[in-house]
């Protein structure tokens, strides 16, 4: 699987060469540093470790100092790992845009969702609330309703979708497409929303 980690940069829109309007999210992904080259005969299996966007020294654990000096490259923020990458590579190399993503290809996108704090059924899990609000109901538009049964079993059951905290998960969404690459400013066009905030990173998979 190839890919690269980028980061959200926001929305924007473009128009097609039949004079669409198609909203995209761009992404910027600065060239990608092979850290690790992992193999059948040293870890079971093959994958590249790459890391991306720079990170202060004075922020950095020894240990991965280590790690990215082993590289011959400055620490970075992100470290994500990409089994059976389809492209050879060594130690020490870098990946650009080009490289691995060309218009039109279909790709998924890795975020962390925006979170949304402690929110009720109706926003949560899409609930309709009890009803009207005649017949004596009182402030019940969004709320859950029933939640437990009768004399047996005598306790809510596990997994009853409730309200509670919302958002902050790892989301992903496939079959997005590519519109524009602009290499030289290391940017990416994709067609349709890409989880997280802008600034967040992203994990762009083909």
């Known amino acids: 699987m190839n890919g690269l980690i980028g980061r959200k940069v926001g929305m924007t829109s473009i128009f097609n ?6 909203a995209c999210t761009v992404i910027e992904a600065q060239p990608n540093v092979v850290t690790q080259v992992k193999t059948v005969d040293t870890d079971g299996y093959n994958a590249l470790q790459v890391a991306a966007f720079e990170k202060r ?3 950095t654990t020894q240990s991965l100092k280590g790690h990215f000096e082993k590289a011959s490259t400055s620490p970075k923020k992100k470290v994500v790992e990409f ?3 389809g492209i050879e590579k060594q130690l020490g190399d870098s990946i650009s845009i080009e490289e691995v993503f060309n218009v039109g290809d279909k790709i998924s996108a890795v975020g962390i969702s925006k979170g949304k704090g402690f929110q ?16 004596g109901q009182h402030n019940r538009l969004r ?13 809510v059951a596990k997994g009853l979708r409730m309200a509670g905290r919302m958002g902050g998960d790892a989301v992903k969404v496939k079959n997005l497409k590519i519109v524009k690459v602009l290499p030289e400013k290391n940017l ?19």
Do not use: Q
């Open 57 to 59: 020294e004075k922020s």
């Open 120 to 135: 009720g059924v109706v926003k949560r899990h899409g609930f309709s609330g009890v009803g009207d609000a005649t017949h």
């Open 83 to 85: 089994r059976n990458f």
């Open 17 to 22: 060469e039949a004079g669409v309007n198609i």
């Open 143 to 155: 709320a859950p309703g029933s939640i437990g049964a009768s004399a047996w079993p005598s306790k």
């Open 188 to 206: 990416i066009l994709v067609k349709g929303a890409v989880p997280g905030h802008n600034g967040s990173f992203v994990i762009i998979e083909k």
